[in-house]
């Protein structure tokens, strides 16, 4: 099982990235996915989360800027990020919950959000 996350970078504070995040190794449209995130000093939270069939939830600092998204037949999930703020910079990292008893995780992606 591999995820291979992409699409981090230098923004400006009001801009907008879009994270992708592909699966390898699963039968992708059957399981939920979600990301996270980790600042410098501070615990990984969670940003979001979508189920097999489409339900999305968010944490709160995102809500209402982010969206998650999934593409069944790429086996990939993406995260758009609007009205970016500086306390949004750090590791953002997809996750593959409780596939055969265990999480999975993407390598990580920088996204940094300058004021």
């Known amino acids: 099982v591999q995820l291979q996350a992409s699409g981090g970078g230098l923004v400006q504070a009001g801009g907008s990235l879009r994270l992708s995040c592909t699966t390898f190794g699963i039968v992708f449209r059957i399981n939920t996915m979600a990301w996270y995130r980790q600042a410098p000093g501070k615990q990984r939270e969670v940003v979001a989360r979508?189920?097999?069939?489409?339900?999305?939830n968010y944490g709160d600092s995102v809500k209402g800027r982010f969206t998650i998204s999934r593409d069944n037949a790429k086996n990939t999930v993406y995260l758009q990020m609007n009205s970016l703020l500086p306390e949004d910079t750090a590791v953002y990292y997809c996750?593959?919950?409780?596939?055969?008893?265990?999480?999975?995780w993407g390598q990580g992606t920088l996204v940094t959000v300058s004021s």
């Open positions: 996750q593959l919950p409780d596939w055969r008893s265990r999480d999975y």
């Open positions: 979508i189920t097999s069939g489409g339900n999305t």
